[in-house]
């Protein structure tokens, strides 16, 4: 190690880190210091040691203990990702509600000057959906942690796109502004919801964490009891706190289209509605929200995105309307202004989308489209007239020198 200049490097823990929490006068970490490479060699080290990884077929590393919360003020100078809670304990059943809980409203935090890193999980685990759909929409990293040949692919691909990348939100996920002054862990009434927004929709999640808290006596987490039964709580669509930016509408009116991932449903729900979501200990539902935009009256289209992923919305990378009035006069003889009366007007509207990754893709639209296409060629589509919603398959990653599919849906 040598050659990449190591030193230890000795924490400065402050006043209040030390009388809150006494137990860090003497870690390890504290009292034998901590070995760091030298900034100037960064580079060099992790280029060797990643080299030499490579060359024994590994793809992927988990780097841990970047920045510790206790010391984010020396930290932070060159680096800009921060753990938002404790680790993910697979073994300690007491830990997951408070987990999710944790890391949202930790976010409200430190989402304002860091990254907040809302930690591994395993892929095979009771609580995988739970943990994992909470990681697709923090706006953080998302990293597993199995063992190998211990993997739920069903799951891992509702996270992940075959290229390996994510549908990565654009900011820190926070609690909705009705969950700040709530306690969704222990009274026994609220559900937690985390909101987070993507360029053209928002994403919406819904947790049950009640069940378990903090215990100032005994130091440690531990249950309490709670209700059986489900919880009963309302969503509406500025949960999403920055949802009318993501309008291409200067005159939106409020209405949005909001999707459940878990139960497949489509529904749209007007300015201020709100629609009733129940939900047991450790069950969840991540909702994708979309403001409407009228093309036309009696004609209207929200995207959705790979609505199979948890944040389907962040497939959509851009998104373009264009309105075309076609007109012609109805057969007759009549002066100039009967003729006028009898104008008709036909309106075709065209939705061009760029979409990243692959599977099944879907939409709002309060007509029946006329065609759909993907690139140049015309694709098979399936709608709902209930609802509204109009699905297609994506079958295949986009090709390596577009890296997103152009989606036409004519109405």
Known sequence: MEEYGCFIQYLKLSKGVVENEPRWKNEAI???????????????????LHSHLASAGIDGVKVDGQCLL???????KQTAIVRASEDFFPREPVSHTIHIASVAYNSLFLGEFMLPDWDMFHSLHQAAQYHGSARAISGGPVYVSDAPAKHNFDLLKKLVVPD??????????????DCLFSDPTRDGVSLLKIWNINKHTGVLGVYNCQGAAWNSVARKNTFHKTKSEGITGYVRGHDVHLISEVALDSNWNGDCTVYSHRCGDL???????AMPVSLKVLEHEIFTITPIKVLAPGLSFAPLGLIDMFNSGGAIEGLKYEVIGKGYEVEGNSNAEERLQKLSIEVVALVSMKVKGCGRFGAYSSAKPIKCRVG?????????????LVTMNLHDMPPKDQKVHSVEIEL
């Open 30 to 48: 504290t009292v034998e210091g901590l070995g760091l490479v030298n900034p100037k060699n960064v580079y060099k080290f992790y280029n060797d």
């Open 267 to 273: 529904v749209t729900l007007s300015h201020n509605v």
């Open 164 to 177: 390996g990348s994510i549908l990565r939100a654009q900011f820190p996920a926070r609690p909705t502004k």
């Open 376 to 388: 140049l060629s015309e694709v098979n589509f399936a709608y709902e007239l209930a609802s509204g």
């Open 70 to 76: 206790e010391t984010v003020g020396a930290c932070s």
